[in-house]
């Protein structure tokens, strides 16, 4: 099993800064990485697919890095409605499928 | 407007069974495979049961293999995941999710709202 480990747990960030999200893999996954965005009381949407490729209607301050074992998720000048918790998924070897715990973007 | 719209959760005690409806609305369902993902009260996400397009493959966590089953209608557009032997451990909020492929799977792009279960005594 893939486990992903994301880091830090809590992101601290005023409105216009940059956030930098890490989520490492316990081995490979190739560039089969997605990040999903959860606001309370939602549901988890897609933001990133293959490490780097944003899906329709995500906004360009959401980019994606990595390959491997290391990715990051760059969230560029902070607005309201980006703070929420951030999961990596993994797609390469499954099953299981696997996500991160999850960084939570809060206000500073 | 493509659309995931679970039921059937409620509370049921230890030992007891559900089971779970996933309906989609705006697209043939029976193109792409379907996951099942939990969220624990205030956890994280978690896998649990997958099946492809023409339900000839499934995919279970460890943790539900021999309680959970995963199935589809294609005539009624719906997944469904029948819960037995339900544990306490097994509370959470149940999404059902849509792959992106037919096959094999490749990543979930499309999630319901999700529906509550609690198993609890």
């Known amino acids: 099993e893939v486990v992903l480990t994301q880091s830090p747990a809590t992101l601290s960030v005023s409105p216009g800064e940059r956030a930098t999200l890490s989520c490492r893999a316990s081995?490979?996954?190739?560039?089969?990485l997605a990040w999903f965005q959860q606001k309370p009381g939602q549901a988890p949407r897609l933001l990133i697919y293959?490490?780097?490729t944003r899906t329709t209607g995500i906004p360009a301050r959401f980019s994606g890095s990595g390959s491997g074992t290391e990715f990051t998720l760059t969230i560029g000048s902070l607005q309201s409605e980006d703070f929420a918790v951030y999961y990596c998924?993994?797609?390469?070897?499954?099953?299981?499928?696997?996500f991160g715990q999850g960084t939570k973007v809060e206000i500073k | 407007q493509v659309q995931l719209v679970e039921s059937g959760g409620g509370v049921v005690q230890p030992g007891g069974s559900l089971r779970l409806s996933c309906v989609a609305s705006?697209?043939?369902?029976?193109?792409?495979?379907v996951h099942w993902v939990r969220q624990a009260p205030g956890k994280g996400l978690e896998w649990v049961a997958f099946?492809?397009?023409?339900?000839?493959?499934?995919y279970y966590i460890d943790s539900v293999k021999g309680r959970f089953s995963i199935s589809r209608d294609k005539s009624r557009n719906t997944v469904y995941l029948q819960m037995n032997s339900l544990r306490p451990e097994d509370t959470a909020l149940y999404y059902c999710?849509?792959?992106?492929?037919?096959?094999?799977?490749?990543?979930?792009?499309?999630w319901g709202q999700g529906t509550l279960v609690t198993v609890s005594s």
């Open positions: 099946i492809r397009y023409d339900g000839d493959n499934k």
């Open positions: 705006g697209i043939s369902f029976s193109r792409y495979g």
């Open positions: 998924h993994q797609y390469n070897n499954w099953p299981p499928w696997t």
């Open positions: 999710a849509k792959d992106v492929s037919r096959s094999p799977p490749i990543y979930i792009d499309l």
């Open positions: 293959d490490a780097s």
């Open positions: 081995q490979s996954v190739g560039s089969n």
